[in-house]
T-cell receptor
Framework: GAVVSQHPSRVICKSGTSVKIECRSL??????MFWYRQFPKQSLMLMAT?????????EQGVEKDKFLINHASLTLSTLTVTSAHPEDSSFYIC?????????????FGSGTRLTVV | AQSVSQHNHHVILSEAASLELGCNYS??????LFWYVQYPGQHLQLLLK??????LVKGIKGFEAEFIKSKFSFNLRKPSVQWSDTAEYFC????????????FGSGTRLSIRP
């Protein structure tokens, strides 16, 4: 089945630094990937839709200058948290759907636990 | 805009009890519906999905869900739960397009007493 790899799984960074999270579709091509954020014991909140070769579409209230998304190829999207602060600490999850036309569900990465100290 | 409501925040059951978790969505057009499960410390896994056809969908681990269009509902059921079903369950919807975003409900925490 479709597999989405997310890296790193955990990262701790100092306040003010930037962190890059990668999301790769391993055995399928994804023109669209999605980035979510999940706070403890809460649901997944969609942050943005990553579009291959074009600008990402951000949800209302998400700062696009803070959460930079790059979707340079059909198998890779990156999320960069710039100038991270402790309130950015969260669980970030990406997802993708096989664009080949098969009626498959969305496949999720295993998530990245970001802790800003 | 589409939205998803899960009315049960936390459900506690004994082993072998029957389960039904409610999910209602709001969207006027064609939808795809999903149930995901998140076991403690693990990532999301797809339980089942509905795209079209038979409104009664069977998923993994004995779960099933019924799409009732007139009620905008997609409730999750399992006739007999096990302790290993303890997890967070998320209902999700997307607007039927291959590129459209998937929106999640707030989740239902299921606790099973051994």
């Amino acid at each position: 089945g479709a597999v989405v790899s997310q890296h790193p799984s955990r990262v701790i960074c100092k306040s003010g630094t930037s962190v890059k999270i990668e999301c790769r579709s391993l055995d399928f091509q994804a023109t669209t990937m999605f980035w979510y954020r999940q706070f403890p014991k809460q649901s997944l909140m969609l942050m943005a839709t990553s579009n291959e070769g074009s600008k990402a579409t951000y949800e209302q209230g998400v700062e696009k200058d803070k959460f930079l998304i790059n979707h340079a190829s059909l198998t890779l999207s990156t999320l960069t948290v710039t100038s991270a602060h402790p309130e950015d600490s969260s669980f970030y999850i990406c997802s993708a759907r096989d664009q080949a036309g098969r009626k498959s569900g969305y496949t999720f990465g295993s998530g990245t636990r970001l802790t800003v100290v | 805009a589409q939205s998803v409501s899960q009315h049960n925040h936390h459900v506690i059951l004994s082993e072998a009890a029957s389960l039904e978790l409610g999910c209602n969505y709001s969207y006027g057009g064609t939808v795809n519906l999903f149930w995901y499960v998140q076991y403690p410390g693990q990532h999301l896994q797809l339980l089942l999905k509905y795209f079209s056809g038979d409104p009664l969908v069977k998923g993994i681990k004995g779960f099933e869900a019924e799409f009732i269009k007139s009620k905008f509902s997609f409730n999750l059921r399992k006739p007999s739960v096990q302790w290993s079903d303890t997890a967070e369950y998320f209902c999700a919807v997307n607007a039927g397009s291959s590129a459209s975003k998937i929106i999640f409900g707030s989740g239902t925490r299921l606790s099973i007493r051994p």
